[in-house]
C-alpha cells in the first residue's frame, strides 16, 4: 500500500515511458488488470490525458534520467516498459532502470539496424523482452498469405496448432447448420470451433449454434488439419505468388522481406527516391517502384488486377483504408490492412478490408501475455494470450504445473463459466481436441477460448 | 451530463454519513444521553435514502468528466450538511433549522464560526458529533468514499481533484484508491497521536478526543465557552504543535512515511509555511510583550493564536481583540494566507501566495530586461502556464465572491471590522474574526439571510470556489432538473 515491493498476484508496480498509441493502450489495459502504473512522458498534456481516464499515475520528465525514474518510484517497480518513438532512448531508459532498480524491462526497438541484434540485447543489457511490433505484424501477413483464404492465423504451441479466422460464404456446407450437426456429419474431426462473430458480436458457440453465411468463424486446429478443413469446406488453397505493398517504410520492409523468404514475388511502391535506393540495396529480390501509391493509374500499370496480394502500409491509416477499398473493388487479390489507430472501430468493421491488423495490440498483447505471467510466479500460468477479433475475445494457454480443482476431472463433470470453451489440451506435444469424457492433467497445457476479461488462472473458468 | 452516476456517488456519500452518525450513538451510550436516539433515527435515515438513490437506477456509463466530478462534490458537501444539521434540530438543542445547518457547514468546512452562545449546555453527544463533523470534513468525504468504496475507472481523480485543496492534486501512488487510503491512514494515525499526548497532560478523555477531532480538520469547534483557554500550557502547547503539523502539505507527511524525513523538509511550501509562522510569531510576541509582561505567557499565547489563525483551525487562548493593531492586523493577513496546500486547512493557500509573489518578481524583473525569459519554479519544478493562470483566476474569483458576500451582509449595518472579518473568516474556514465574531463573541445576531450567504462562503472556501460556482451556473442547473425530471418521468 505504501508503495512497497507487493506479493504475487497483488498486481505489479509499472512504471511506462512513452504516452504514445502502444504507452496509452498498455495503460488502459494493465490499469484494468489492477497493476499499480506510473507513466512518464515529457509532454505535460499527454501525462494529464492519460491520469485524466485512467487510474494510474503520471510524471512529467525525460524517462531516460535516474531522477525522474527515481520520482516515478523505480525502487519499488517490478516491471518497466520503454515505448516511446526513439529505439535508442527506449534503450538507454531500460539500461538506466536496470542499474536503479531491481526490475525486467521490456523495450520496443523498430529499427531494422538493431533487428539481428535483439538477442545481443536481451543477454547484454539484461532485457527481459525485445518488441518489434512492425516485424511482428508482417510474420503475421506472411501467415495470412501463405493460408489466404484465413481473415487471419496465429500459432500456438510453438506452432502445433493454428487459430485460422475465416469467414463463411454463402451456400456452404457450414450454412444453417448447427455445430452439433456438422460434428455429426463429419466435417469437424480434429478441428474446433473457438468464436464465431456476427453482426459486430462475438459468441462463443455452444452445440445448438447454428452457422449463417457472412459468419466469422475462428477455428483451431493443426496446420495440416486447418488446411484439410477448408478444403472440405471448398475454399481454395494455395499461397499467393505475387504481392504488392505500398510504402516502403520499417513495416513495408519487414513484410517484403519475409514474404520474398518463402517465395513470393514481392513489389514495393515507394515515393521517396532515397528510400526506394536503400531499398534496393537492403531487398536486391524485390521489384522497387519509385512512384505515388495512391495513383490508380500506377496501380493498375503495376497490375493491381492480377496481383495475388495488396497490402498497403504507408503510414497514413486513412490512406491504407482507402486503398484497401480501391484493391477489392479493382481486383480478387487478398487484400491486408494494418492500422495504427483503433479510433471509428465501428465504422471500420464495417468495410471490406480483408484482413486488418492492429499493430499496437499485436505489441500490447506480447507485454500483457508477459506481465500476466510474470504475476503468476506460482500455480497455474498463462503461457500465451491472443486477443480475437479486436480484443473482443481472448486465446489464453494455460499451463497446469499443480493439482487443482479443474485437474483429473472429466470436462463434462466440469460447471464452466458461459462464453467459454476449451480448444485443445496439449499433452507433451500431442494435440487433443477435448470430448466430454477427457481430463486435464498435471503438465498439459490447456487453451481456452472466452470472451471475460482478465482471467488468471485455469480455476478462473470455473462458473 | 452523467446525472445517474453523480446520483450513485450521492447515495454513497449519505451510507457514509449514517456510517459516521453512528459514533455519536456510541458517546451517547456511554454518558446515557437519550439525544442518542434521535442521532440513531438520522443515521437509518441517511442509510435508507442513501441506498434508495443509488440503487433506483444503474448508471450506464461510469465515467465521471471535470464538471461531473465538481457538481458530485459540491451536491454530496449540501446534502451532507442538510443531514448532519438534522440532529441539532431535532433535539431542540440548536432550535433553529438554519442556525443548526450553519453550525453542521461549520461543522464540516472546518470553519469553526458557531452561533452558540453557550456551548457548555450542549449534550456531550452533540458536542462529539460538532466536533466529529470537523475530522470528516477536514479530509474529505469523498477522499474517504475512494478509500472505501470500489468505483471503477480512472477518471474518479475528479472527485478527488473537487475536493482537495490545493492549485495542482496528484496522487501519491498510482492507485487512487491506496492513495486515498494513505492519506486516511496518515490522517487517523496523527489524530489518535494527538489524543495520547492530550490524555498524558492529564486531560479528561471526553475533551482530549473532541479537541483533537477539532484540531485535526483545523476546525475549531471546542466544549467550553473559554476554548483553549483554561487547560494547562503543556496542553495548549501540544494543541499548538498539531496545528502546525495538520496544516502542513499531507504529501510531504507520505515521505517520512517511506522513511525519507529529509525530503520533508525539502518541500519549498513547508519551507515557506513554517517561516511565515515563525516570522509572525516573533512580530507579534514583541508588539504583545508589554501587555503580558513575561516572555513565557507572551510566546505561549502568540504562538497557539498565530497557528490556530494560518492553519485556519480557530481555537483561542486569549482574546486577540484587546490586542494591539499591528498584531491584528497580522492576524488577518494569516487568516487570507491560510495552510499549506493538500493539509486540511484553508485559506488561500501558501503555495498559491509565494508562487503570486513570485510572479509579481517576475513581472518586475520584465520591467528592467523586457525581453527577458524566466520560468517561474517552485519545488524545483519550473511552472506550467496553465497552473499560473488557473491561480491568477483562482485569486480574482476569490476577490469576487468576498467583495459580493461582503457587500450582501453589509446591509445589517454592523462595524466595518466586524462585517469584513465576517466573511474572512467564513471563506478562509477559520472561525472567530475581530470585533463583534472575534474569539469572545459568535456568529448569533446575524439575521437569516446572512447566515446563508456566510453557510455558502464556508463551502465555498472549503472546495475551493469552482465546484460551487459551477453547481449553481443556470447552464448546470438547468441540466440537473432536466435530467432528474426525466429519470422521474421514466420511472412512471
Redesign the interface.
Known sequence: MFGKKKETGEGLNIIIVGGGKVGTTLVEQLAQEGHDITIIDHDSKVVEGITNTYDAMGIIGNGASYSTQVEAGIENADLFIAVTNSDELNLLCCTVAKRAGNLAAIARVRTPDYSNEIDYFIEKLGLAMIINPDLVSSRVIAKILTLPMALDVTSFSHGRVNLVRIEIPENNPLCDKTIAQVGREGLIQQTVICAIERDGKVFIPSGDFIIRKGDILSFAASLRESRNFLKKLGFKTGQVKTCIIVGGGRAGYYAAELLIRSGIDVRIIEIDKSRCEKLSELLPDATIIHGDGTSEELLKEEGIEDVGAFIPLTGIDEENILLSLHAKKVSKAKVITRLTRNNFMEVVSGLDLGSVLYPKYITSEAIIAYVRAKNNTKGCNIETLYHMFDSRAEAIEFKIEQPGPVVDVPLSKLSLKKDLLIAYINRNGKIIIPKGQDTIKVGDMVMIVTIHKGFRDVQDILA | MNSSMIRVILGHVLKIEAAFLLLPCLIALIYREEEGYIYLCVAGGCALFGAFMSSIKKPKDTALY?KEGCVATALSWILLSLFGALPFCITKEIPSYVDSLFETISGFTTTGASILTDVEKLSYTSLFWRSFTHWIGGMGVLVFLLAVIPLS??????LMRAESPGPSV???????K?SA??LYVIYFIMTTAEMGFLMLGGMNPFHAVTLSLGTAGTGGFGVLNSSIASYSPYCKWVITVFMILFGVNFNAFYFI??GKVKKFFEVEEVRWYLGIIAAAILLISINVYSIYGNVAATVQDTAFQVASIITTTGYSTADFNTWPMFSKVILVMLMFIGACAGSTGGGIKVSRIVIMLKTVKKELNNYSHPKSIKKIMFEKKAL?HEVLRAINVYLITFIIIFTTSFTLISLENHDFTTTFTAVAATINNIGPGLEMVGPTGNFAFWGDFSKIILMLDMLAGRLELFPLLILFSPKVLKELLYDNLKLSVSNK
Do not use: C
Open positions: 471535470l475507472g480512472g477518471s474518479n481523480i475528479n496528484g496522487k501519491l501512488v498510482p492507485k487512487i491506496s487510503r494513505i512515511l517511506i506550467e
